[in-house]
């Protein structure tokens, strides 16, 4: 279920347990976030509810920053509802909530709009006019209201604190395996299968071109993938993932080629799995040296995937 920031919240999920964050990626970090507030809300029966922002704060203050999300608020709702979330509330970030002072955040959202009984956020996590809010005030303002709040310490691995400004620069850097372990799933981008200029049908290698919209960009090249199809099914593939140097004009697609596979998915809707970086794109001088690469790219893939 998807609730707006801008309503009020319904009689049968007011008094819930809210767990507080952008969750973008929905990392092994936030999943601490979440899995703290569903085990709150599960040990006073109460409803749990995952909220997020959309569009990312970052958006708002810097319009022209380059592409930078890991998750569309579809793949979070699947997310969250998988986590064992009842809702997920969406904070639409724009000039109103941008100049919410941090008392009337708690105040007139999360206690009056919102009837949350609880609050969980991560230790860092800031918000209201300036950023002038943070968990302690979180605490001086909602304790006499009834609000009670929880914060969660950063998640680390053998190396740093888990982030999703740590996945963001593993796979700029072609490192899908790193990406993997730490947002417990490989990176996937999901979007409408368009029409492209059908020069992989003429080599033999019908792709299934996705804009990649708001998504990071990767490192561009070529990645051994699995597809999730609408109906369910789960394909293996080999995917490029950039600007076609061979072909002109350059234009910027994820296009996957799924192996044995051959009907028509224009129009659907569809997740790609990033699992291995194999190579860098490249600019070949012949199609016959690009479909002979193509081969080898798609036999290295499989292995990989097997």
């Known amino acids: 279920m998807r609730l707006s920031g801008q309503n009020r919240i319904s009689d049968e999920l007011r008094g819930a347990i809210i767990a507080l964050g952008n969750f973008d990626g929905f990392h092994k970090g936030h999943q601490a976030v979440a899995q703290t507030a569903i085990d709150w809300a599960k040990a006073e029966g109460r409803p749990a509810i995952i909220a997020t922002f959309d569009p990312h704060p970052v958006r708002h203050f810097q319009p022209d920053a380059p592409p930078f999300r890991l998750t569309t608020l579809e793949q979070r709702e699947r997310?969250?509802?998988?986590?064992?979330?009842?809702?997920m509330l969406v904070f639409e970030f724009a000039a109103e909530l941008a100049g919410t002072t941090a008392q009337d955040f708690v105040e007139k959202l999360l206690v009056e709009r919102f009837g949350a009984a609880g609050i969980?956020?991560?230790e860092d996590f800031t918000f209201g006019k300036g950023r002038a809010g943070n968990i302690e005030v979180m605490k001086q303002l909602g304790a006499p209201l009834g609000l009670s709040t929880k914060a969660v310490g950063p998640v680390s691995?053998?190396?740093?604190?888990?982030?999703?400004?740590?996945?963001?620069d593993a796979l700029k850097?072609?490192?899908?395996?790193?990406?993997?372990?730490?947002?417990?799933?490989?990176?996937?981008?999901?979007?409408?299968?368009?029409?492209?200029d059908k020069n992989g049908r003429k080599l033999g290698y019908p792709t299934a071109n996705i804009d990649m919209g708001h998504y990071l960009r990767p490192k561009y090249?070529?990645?051994?993938?699995?597809?999730?199809?609408?109906?369910?099914?789960?394909?293996?593939?080999?995917?490029?993932?950039?600007i076609r140097p061979t072909f002109d004009p350059p234009k910027e697609?994820?296009?996957?080629?799924f192996f044995d596979f051959s009907e028509?998915?224009?129009?659907?809707?569809?997740?790609?799995?990033?699992?291995?970086?194999?190579?860098?794109?490249?600019?070949?001088?012949?199609?016959?040296?690009?479909?002979?690469?193509?081969?080898?790219?798609?036999?290295?893939?499989?292995?990989?995937?097997?």
Not at 79 to 86: P, Q, V, Y
Request: include cysteine; glycine fraction near 10%; charged fraction near 25%.
């Open 79 to 87: 997310l969250f509802t998988d986590a064992g979330a009842d809702a």
């Open 120 to 122: 969980v956020t991560g």
């Open 157 to 168: 691995d053998d190396t740093e604190v888990i982030s999703s400004s740590r996945i963001r």
């Open 173 to 196: 850097a072609g490192d899908c395996e790193t990406a993997t372990e730490l947002l417990t799933r490989p990176f996937a981008i999901e979007g409408t299968v368009i029409h492209g």
């Open 221 to 242: 090249g070529i990645y051994a993938v699995k597809g999730h199809l609408a109906d369910g099914r789960v394909v293996n593939g080999a995917a490029n993932l950039g």
């Open 253 to 257: 697609l994820l296009e996957p080629y």
């Open 264 to 306: 028509d998915l224009y129009g659907q809707v569809i997740e790609v799995e990033l699992h291995h970086f194999l190579r860098g794109e490249a600019k070949f001088d012949d199609l016959d040296a690009l479909m002979e690469q193509m081969a080898q790219d798609c036999a290295r893939a499989k292995d990989m995937l097997r």
